[in-house]
């Protein structure tokens, strides 16, 4: 007899020309914070859908307090308890925190819904965690972390006892990261078994008791969190021992190339770019940190030609260049790889060779002749120099692996020619195999005489991979850092300087768990 | 080869449809006689002819992520114009048929301009540029059909070259000028681009409100076209012409696999849709279908091929 809350044994679930699972195991006890680990593809998604009763398993038996339970539909998976958050929240937003609670269950009063008794309810259960959330409010008006915490005492409300968090961090600030791990223990304090999928290996020291990782659908091992270290995981999860996670020869005052100086976004309000001067040296990686809404991203996009009014002189291998547009940009030389690969970059329905060419489309098409065979060349060339993994060139960027996307993604850049390649966040989404290849392939550039700067809030990042760090605060420079000098806490120094002032103590707090050195 | 095996293999769902209601027509006793008889053929083309030129345009549109609605009244709105120019002001009548396609282009440009320049939805711009064309129809022909009879006039939409309707010839030449663009010009990739995703394409550095200007105008250029073709047909420019042709010509494209939601769909495909209705129009006709139920058969026939290619691209996307 087994004292698991949860128990999945031999587990497997095929699609039509991929195995998702394969005979996988999985426990979970009660009271526990249990961590699921993997790359993009490992099959987390499935294994919960199956608990989740979205998909249905060909093989496998799931077994709740020991006794085996059929789950072949949603509700199914609710009665026995199960409840599960998805990475993209499914709430109404123009309804109210109570209607999204109750949803599809509203207390019926004489006349119709009773709202009253609706919102007090809901009330009662969110004072339960001390949220400070108003029951009336609507959901609309919440921030992402309120919706999340919403949607966890909505799956409360079930009673449920097994709850699954996927990558509920990915979009919330770390001071919400902290309240949502309050309420995590809390929860499991009360005897709630909690799944919890993240791609942030720092998180799982703060809040996870074990981790079960997950290899290309096939069960790889548990560990207790506080016995593993993240270099074991790493090698579980990609299945051999990354050699060098970080590859980085770092360069020192070589020749200036790019020298920008007084950029201004030129907003009077809202302004997040405030005269900004840096500079870039040859085969330089030039880091840029700070915090959400520094102002980062926003500095090159106006360097990029994206901004219009924006003001500030570009001097480029000792001229000065006028940027208006970012064909200027890329015709200059300067490309930039935009940070939201799903909003800013891609053409999701369109080919991986659509993707890959729309930047140069001007070398294979003339005169109303497309040229097919070299607009082949063109994708094979940066497949084969991203070591992108894709099916053919005619398989759609959406199917792809979030790595690979960003591989097509870069290599879209690359095909420009740039001398100065900007990349806004190169690794985020991306999974550990393909983030150490994306270094490789940056150091690599850097050799062969190509300036890169990276804006990267992920802190080990920026202090490996970085020759010289910009740190950025409310749309200013605050300060430069050598790589000789860098360190987790110049950075937070500088980045918080405001802060800093005010409140000593609390520059600490930000992504201090992500920036433990790998 | 490759390319003609590819055609059949993308489009093979419409491709069955297009040929089993041939073959109906052929088998089934009352139109075997008439359907494929050279004569028929040319009708079925003839009537097809302004629906592809107005395709064209929506498909391009379509694929941008839009829709334009005021295709329909720039008909009416080019007719009016055109015959106007010469019955009542003496114009020769290639002035007039300039003048009416110019008329679709400015519309298409003022279209494109508020969609590039604002953030109004098309659907709403569009709409609005609907109302205004119809309008400007019926002000300056007074509600009164404009008739013209000259050869000139009736050229482009009665006459033949040798032996082939010319709206049929115009038909074709639009048909690859606009394949030429959309599959072999910048232009072309940028229109799928735009339409996939609009933010990745600024971060591509394409200028988003110039392909939107140059699409809409395209499909205003289309309508004025088609306008004067329909014109010359009727000998006459008249104010109801083109009632729902922006339906037909939506209908066309979905049907022909465009997505609703921008960034896929190629011309091919607006091809064999657009004979798919003319066909159904025409088959009907032949087949004394009452008029009345034509309306509930077309909108049925639609749903159907558009519902059979859902499930087709469902089963490739699993």
Redesign the interface.
């Known amino acids: 007899m087994s004292n698991y809350l949860l128990e999945m044994k031999h587990v497997s679930k095929e ?2 020309g991929v195995k998702a699972l394969q005979n996988v195991d999985f426990q979970l006890l009660s009271g526990e914070i249990h961590a699921l680990l993997g790359e993009n593809g490992a099959g987390k998604s499935t294994l919960i859908k199956v608990l989740g009763g979205i998909y249905i398993a060909e093989e496998g038996e799931i077994f709740i307090d020991g006794k085996k339970v059929d789950i072949n539909n949603v509700n199914a998976a609710r009665e026995a308890g199960i409840s599960i958050i998805h990475q993209e929240l499914v709430q109404v937003p123009h309804m109210t925190v109570a209607e999204n609670i109750f949803l599809g269950r509203e207390p019926m009063g004489k006349f119709g819904v009773d709202i009253r008794k609706m919102v007090k309810e809901s009330q009662q259960m969110l004072d339960r965690f001390d949220l400070g959330i108003n029951a009336a409010d609507e959901i609309f008006d919440l921030s992402i972390a309120q919706q999340q915490m919403v949607e966890i005492v909505k799956a409360i409300s079930f009673n449920c006892r097994i709850l699954v968090m996927d990558e509920p961090t990915s979009s919330i600030s770390d001071r919400e990261v902290e309240q949502l791990f309050e309420i995590m223990r809390n929860l499991a304090s009360q005897g709630v078994g909690i799944i919890y999928i993240s791609h942030k290996m720092s998180e799982l020291n703060e809040v996870c008791d074990r981790v079960t990782v997950l290899r290309d659908g096939t069960y790889v091992g548990t560990r207790v969190v506080a016995e593993t270290t993240k270099d074991e995981l790493i090698a579980l999860m990609v299945g051999r021992e990354l050699d060098q996670y970080y590859t980085r020869d770092h360069v020192k005052d070589t020749e200036v190339v790019l020298k920008c100086e007084h950029i201004d976004d030129g907003k009077k309000h809202h302004k997040r770019v405030n005269d900004v001067s840096f500079e870039v040296r040859k085969g330089e990686i030039v880091g840029f940190a700070g915090l959400v809404g520094a102002g980062r991203s926003e500095t090159m996009q106006c360097i990029f ?2 901004t219009r009014g924006s003001t500030g002189t570009i001097t480029l291998d000792g001229k000065q260049i006028s940027i208006k ?3 200027d ?2 015709k200059y030389g300067i490309s ?1 790889v ?1 940070e939201n690969r799903k ?8 080919s991986v060779s ?1 993707n890959s060419t ?2 140069v ?2 070398l294979f ?1 003339k005169n ?3 040229n097919r065979k070299k607009e082949a060349e063109i994708t094979q060339e940066f497949i084969d120099k991203m070591h992108t993994k894709t099916p053919s060139h005619e398989q759609a960027v959406t199917n792809l692996s979030g790595g690979n996307q960003q591989k097509v993604m870069i290599g879209r850049w690359l095909a420009t020619e740039p001398k100065v390649l900007i990349m806004d966040e190169p690794t985020r989404g991306v999974d550990v195999g393909a983030k150490a290849e994306i270094y490789e392939i940056m150091n690599e550039l850097t050799k062969q005489g190509m300036s890169i700067i990276m804006i990267s809030s992920e802190l080990p990042e920026i202090i490996n991979m970085a020759d010289r760090v910009y740190v950025m605060y409310d749309g200013r420079i605050t300060g430069c850092i050598d790589y000789e000098d860098v360190s987790q806490e110049a950075i937070m120094k500088l980045a918080t300087l405001e802060t800093d002032q005010h409140n000593n103590g609390d520059a600490g707090n930000l992504n201090s768990q992500e920036a433990a050195k790998a | 080869m490759i390319k003609v095996k590819r055609y059949f293999k993308d489009n093979l769902g419409i491709i069955i449809a297009l040929l089993a209601m041939i073959l109906f027509l052929y088998v089934y006793p009352k139109t075997h006689n008439t359907f494929l008889t050279q004569n028929n053929i040319f009708n079925v083309l003839r009537q097809s002819s302004t629906n592809l030129m107005l395709a064209c345009g929506m498909t391009m549109v379509i694929i941008l992520g839009g829709i334009d609605l005021s295709v329909g009244s720039i008909i009416a709105m080019s007719g009016v114009l055109g015959a106007a120019a010469v019955v009542w002001h003496g114009l020769p009548e290639i002035v007039g048929i300039l003048i009416a396609i110019l008329s679709g282009v400015i519309f298409g440009l003022l279209n494109g301009l508020v969609i590039a320049k604002t953030k109004i939805p098309p659907f709403i711009v569009t709409l609005a540029s609907m109302n205004i064309a119809k309008g400007i129809a019926y002000v300056y022909s007074e509600g009164k059909p404009i008739r013209c009879m000259t050869d000139a006039w009736k050229f482009l939409g009665a006459g033949n070259v040798a032996g082939i309707p010319t709206p049929v010839i115009t038909m074709f030449v639009v048909f690859v000028i606009a394949v ?1 663009f959309l ?4 232009i072309g ?1 940028h229109i ?2 735009v339409g ?2 609009d ?2 394409a ?6 988003t409100a110039k392909v939107k200007f140059i699409v809409f105008s395209f499909s205003g250029l289309m309508a004025g076209l088609a306008g004067i073709t329909i014109a010359s047909r009727l000998y006459s420019g008249t104010c109801t012409s083109g009632d729902g042709a922006e339906m037909d010509a939506i209908a066309a494209v979905v049907v022909g696999g465009t ?1 609703m939601s921008g ?2 769909g190629k011309l091919g495909g607006t091809l064999i849709g657009v004979l798919i209705i003319g066909i159904l129009n025409n088959g009907l006709n032949l087949m004394g279908v009452n008029s009345d139920w034509q309306y509930i058969i077309k909108g049925a026939v639609i749903l159907l091929a558009v519902y059979t290619d859902f499930l087709r691209n469902r089963k490739k996307g ?1």
């Open positions: 699609f039509p030609g994206l547009t970012p064909v940009a890329m930039l935009p909003v800013e970059g891609l053409y999701h329905i369109q659509f729309i930047e489309l001007h098409i109303l002749m497309v | 030429l599959n072999r010009t910048k990739r799928y681009a996939g995703n933010t990745a600024k971060f591509s550095g394409i200028d997505s960034g896929s699993s």
